[in-house]
């Protein structure tokens, strides 16, 4: 089955930019999610399509998706984007949606 | 506004099916590109997708449960239920249902809604 690959954690001063990584097989071609969810709450999609926003959603926020590696990234890092993110895909060939294991973003 | 809630048993004993509600509003799930996904997270660990329902009445499920699960809509109550079977102690979790987007021209989708979800133990 399809696998999506992600860093525990990634640590990032206030005010920098957190890059945070999603490998996977051929990536490139697939339509990738992110979702944040902070501890005690419900995942928010933050990025679809690899680079869409929702409406609401800082545009501090961005994604980029090429080759083997989907990116998140946050720009101007705030106190409140400390979270977990999810990177997701659909799975065409099973039909199912996967999720990547999940990156804790610290803020220090 | 679309709000989504789930509803079901917050315990089970091992064996036992499982039955949850996902009861929505602010949109149809009749509506083309309109889908309902349910996704479950362990204590402390990372998302699982379970199923998902389509407009169209399409159903998808996680090839791993996919024995176990059924995804079902009543259109008319703005109602999704999925059921487990055969529930042991590793179900444990919290159970989340999403409004799920899909849009066949742009390949655009998304789990763009999500319920507060309900917590399920599974102990005898």
């Known amino acids: 089955s399809y696998v999506l690959t992600q860093p525990p954690s990634v640590s990032v001063a206030p005010g920098k930019t957190a890059n945070i990584p999603c490998g996977g097989d051929?990536?490139?071609?697939?339509?990738v999610q992110w979702y944040q969810q902070k501890p005690g709450q419900a995942p928010v999609l933050v990025i679809y399509?690899?680079?869409d926003r929702p409406s609401g959603i800082p545009e501090r926020f961005s994604g980029s998706n090429s080759g083997n590696t989907a990116t998140l990234t946050i720009s101007s890092v705030e106190a409140g984007d400390e979270g977990d993110y999810f990177c997701?895909?659909?799975?065409?060939?099973?039909?199912?949606?996967?999720f990547g294991g999940g990156t804790e973003v610290t803020v220090l | 506004q679309v709000t989504l809630r789930e509803s079901g048993p917050a315990l089970v004993k091992p064996t036992q099916t499982l039955t949850l509600t996902c009861t929505f509003s602010?949109?149809?799930?009749?509506?083309?590109?309109?889908?309902l996904s349910w996704v479950r997270q362990p204590p402390g660990k990372a998302l699982e997708w379970l199923a998902r329902?389509?407009?169209?009445?399409?159903?998808f499920y996680n090839t791993s449960l996919k024995t176990r699960l059924t995804i079902s809509k009543d259109t008319s109550k703005n109602q999704v239920v999925l059921r487990m079977t055969n529930m042991d102690r590793v179900d444990t979790g919290t159970y989340y249902c999403?409004?799920?987007?899909?849009?066949?021209?742009?390949?655009?989708?998304?789990?763009?809604?999500w319920g507060q979800g309900t917590t399920v133990t599974v102990s005898s």
């Open positions: 999403a409004r799920t987007f899909y849009y066949e021209t742009s390949g655009s989708e998304g789990m763009d809604v």
């Open positions: 602010g949109f149809s799930l009749s509506t083309r590109g309109m889908c």
């Open positions: 329902i389509d407009w169209d009445d399409a159903k």
């Open positions: 051929n990536i490139g071609i697939k339509s």
């Open positions: 399509y690899d680079s």
């Open positions: 997701q895909v659909w799975e065409t060939g099973s039909s199912q949606y996967v």
